[in-house]
DNA sequence: ACATTAAGTGATT
DNA sequence: AATCACTTAATGT
């Protein structure tokens, strides 16, 4: 895809308008790669080297934490996001410690890490930008550690449902059991049983291949 | 019609 | 909440 489209910039002014002068934009669509990956692919894998930094401009990426074939799923990044933990990737040449698959189709712009150095000094905007990506991170973070040790496996599902349902703003989820069961890291029985309960109490509808939201 | 994949369930730990 | 073992239902070829 080509980078002078006229869309790009549209696009990036509807996500980052609000952040980024029209100065760093400019700049931003001189050196950015427009780049998308489809449903399913995959963006970054555990161990790998990032190159790029990327700018979200539209869809959805589940950010996966993975330890010998066991997986959770940490959160969901969309437009108007980056992956925060890439700049650090990026500028010490680190390996990633996440795994990160496209949950919806996503539209991007890649940034070369040797311009975020410069970047970083030269806009007061994309500093803050880096550092409150970092922070909001962090609080998802906390907030995964918080319902993994305080919640039930139940109220575990329902967030976790809710949570797609939003990011996605659709209320009717076309998911397996199997991947519900894989992403919490528990059993495919175990989300089943849940998946009844909660259909049987009227917060869910659930049938093959779907799962529709119906309280909030 | 047959095979494959998804979902439901009782019993046990 | 996890696991096993099995059944039933939905779907693809």
Redesign the pocket.
């Known amino acids: 895809m080509l980078i002078s489209e006229p869309t790009l910039r549209e696009k990036l002014e509807e996500n980052y308008s609000h952040l980024f002068e029209s100065k760093f934009l400019d700049e931003i669509i001189k050196v950015g790669f427009r780049s998308s990956i489809k449903r399913g692919g995959l963006l970054i894998d555990i161990g790998e080297e990032m190159t790029h930094i990327p700018l979200i401009l539209s869809g959805v990426i589940k950010i996966i934490r993975k330890e010998n074939k066991k997986e959770l799923v940490l959160y969901f990044l969309e437009h108007g996001d980056t992956c925060a933990i890439s700049f650090a990737n990026c500028i010490n040449r680190q390996q990633s410690i996440f795994k990160g698959i496209v949950e919806e189709d996503v539209d991007m712009v890649l940034l070369p890490v040797d311009k975020i150095d410069k970047w970083l000094v030269k806009y007061e905007s994309f500093r803050h930008f880096i550092i409150d990506s970092y922070h909001f991170r962090l609080l998802e973070m906390v907030e995964s550690i918080d319902d993994l040790a305080f919640l039930?496996?139940?109220e575990r599902l329902l967030k976790y449902l809710k949570n797609i349902a939003n990011t996605s703003n659709d209320l009717n989820l076309e998911i397996?059991?199997?991947e519900v069961a894989t992403d919490l890291?528990?059993?495919?029985?175990?989300i089943?049983?849940?998946?009844?309960e909660l259909h049987d109490e009227g917060k869910i509808y659930?049938?093959?291949?779907?799962i529709e939201i119906l309280e909030n």
């Open positions: 039930k496996m139940k397996t059991h199997q890291n528990t059993s495919r029985v175990v089943t049983r849940l998946l009844k659930s049938k093959r291949n779907k």
